[in-house]
């Protein structure tokens, strides 16, 4: 299903209010993201009397030390602002980082403020009308979703690899999120399990003149491997979170060397960098398996190259031989993969 999530929306647009917006004025700040950033900016200057919100810095306050992520896997649970709030069938795990202790009842009480906080700047800075006067430019982001959707054998093809399954899977092309974002975010409510891929524009956006409309995202092939990605995320992590924590542990010193380079990429913990080795190990995998050794070969490459991602190919050697082999479950390739990274500890 691909839609547009008005939650998403307030989230990016809170983004560029509240941080981003005034980044860009200042004399040190990229011309590069002052491009691919133009649309998020643009808000920024029509809504920027609205910088001094007490809900705006209400919620800014929260998001200090939570990343959009995270606010996202909450967000797509909830009805649309400004008639969100927490609800009781809602799992913990989705707002107990709002309590820098991991106390629960805190927890559960700055999620509820920082909900009503966006509910109130929803209404303060009419919301609803900034989604109505821009339907004609969502839908033309919808529109180039939906003609460049991923071959129907994806979905497929990763449930076998990764041996699992979600009810629903959902393409949210967003205008607000900031371009080159994308984020794989998953629940389950009533015993059906939905999984996400929340994405920002890939490429320079044209709204301003209604006969050149184009929202960015008319990219066929970056939409199949970033969803490729985002969802695999919903199948991997549940994978490495199960492993025993002491390889965990014993794999740790294997950071050290990449450490520099994975920290400005937003993974600067060893297990969020084992999460994205085992999902781009995967993408380099399924790609295989769909007959396209080209692609695999270049994300491969620029995996490891360019990205750093250099324990990839160890991944990569043994998740292809259970792919190959049909035999064993995708958590015993995972538990494999770390026992041979384990054994390039240096002792």
Known sequence: MVKVNANIELLGFVYFLGYEGAQSETPSYPDKDRKRYAYGLSLYQQYKSFAGSQNLAVAIGFAQDIWLDYFINLLIQLEDFPNAKLTEDIDPAYYLRFSPKGD?????????????????????????????KSKTLYANALAQVQAGLPDKRILPAMEGFYQGHFDSY?????????????????????NRHHAFHVFGTFAIQQWTDPARLDMG?????????LSTHEFGHSFANPAVDRLPETLIQETQPLFEPIKEAMSPQGYPVWKTCLYEHFVRAGEVVIARKMGNPEDAKRLR??????????????LVTVLDQYSASGNGTYQQAVTNAMLRLRGQVTR
């Open 104 to 132: 629960l009842e805190e927890a559960k009480k700055n999620a509820a403020a920082f909900i009503r906080a966006m509910n109130g700047l929803y209404t303060e800075v009419d919301f609803s009308f900034y989604l109505s």
């Open 301 to 314: 490459d620029h995996y490891v190259f360019n990205r750093k991602f250099i324990y990839l190919d160890t």
């Open 170 to 190: 959902n393409l949210i092309p967003s205008l607000t999120i900031p371009a080159g974002m994308g984020f794989g975010a998953k629940y389950q409510k009533a």
């Open 217 to 225: 995202f008319a990219d066929k092939k970056h939409l199949l491997e």
